[in-house]
């Protein structure tokens, strides 16, 4: 073990230059002329991550494939046809978008599955409308709404943070204040396909819950940065 000539910090034996005081550390019993190590895992390292996903991913397929195809071999040995086991292999193949693509994926994931989940909701909601139809159009009339309100809301916080880089507190702010508005309009989709027109009823006390929340912290925030501007000018 060596240590600084300088300040006698205890060095690492890779160490070129003494982390504490930047002093160059110069050892005869180890070759100063080696290259330093890369700052950056070995290509090794990466390679036995990736392994390990795409091994986490083939292993939650397979395990999907049994309810996918012990469900319809049931659903016929009993009923002697395909009925209700369509909702059971639907919801499987949702589940499996859901989990495996944010597992092999590496760059822009949270847009890449927001979108990927966003289009395979609105497909299987579709699907089961058309499997099971009624006679209100629920899916065209509601679900597809909520979805697309919801997709939009989410993308908005997304571009919000991405232009602006806010803290924690304001991105938390933003969120409940956007569930308000959220429930505010869900309420309103559903008083219009049960037939009581545009108007507002459970969501009231919950978007002015949300939005005293969201002045609260903000105001939070607000005090926060005034603090720390405070102890910079004062130095403390």
Request: glycine share 2%; net charge positive; charged share 15%.
């Amino acid at each position: 073990m060596s240590y600084c000539v300088n300040c006698g910090v205890e060095l690492n034996s890779n160490e070129k230059r003494c982390p504490l005081c930047s002093t160059p550390v110069i050892n005869p019993n180890i070759d100063n002329k080696k290259i330093d190590l890369p700052p950056y895992p070995p290509k090794s390292e990466f390679m036995i991550e990736r392994k390990i996903k795409h091994t986490t991913a083939l292993l939650i397929s397979v395990v999907l494939c049994v309810p996918l195809l012990v469900c319809p071999l049931c659903d016929f040995l009993v009923q002697g046809n395909i009925a209700w086991s369509l909702y059971a292999i639907l919801g499987i193949v949702l589940g499996w978008i859901l989990i495996v693509p944010p597992i092999l994926m590496q760059h822009d994931v949270v847009i890449k599955c927001a979108w990927i989940d966003f289009l395979s909701i609105i497909l299987f909601l579709y699907l089961i409308n058309r499997i099971a139809p009624t006679s209100v159009d629920w899916f065209s009339t509601l679900s597809l709404p909520i979805i697309c309100l919801l997709m939009i809301m989410f993308m908005l916080i997304l571009v919000f943070c991405k232009v602006f880089n806010p803290r924690p507190v304001t991105i938390i702010a933003l969120v409940i204040f956007m569930l308000g508005i959220f429930t505010v309009m869900v309420d309103i989709l559903t008083n219009i396909f049960i037939g009581k027109g545009m108007t507002v009823y459970w969501s009231l006390p919950v978007v002015i819950a949300c939005t005293a929340i969201t002045v609260l912290l903000l105001v939070i925030s607000r005090l926060t940065k005034l603090k720390a501007a405070i102890r910079k000018r004062m130095h403390i």
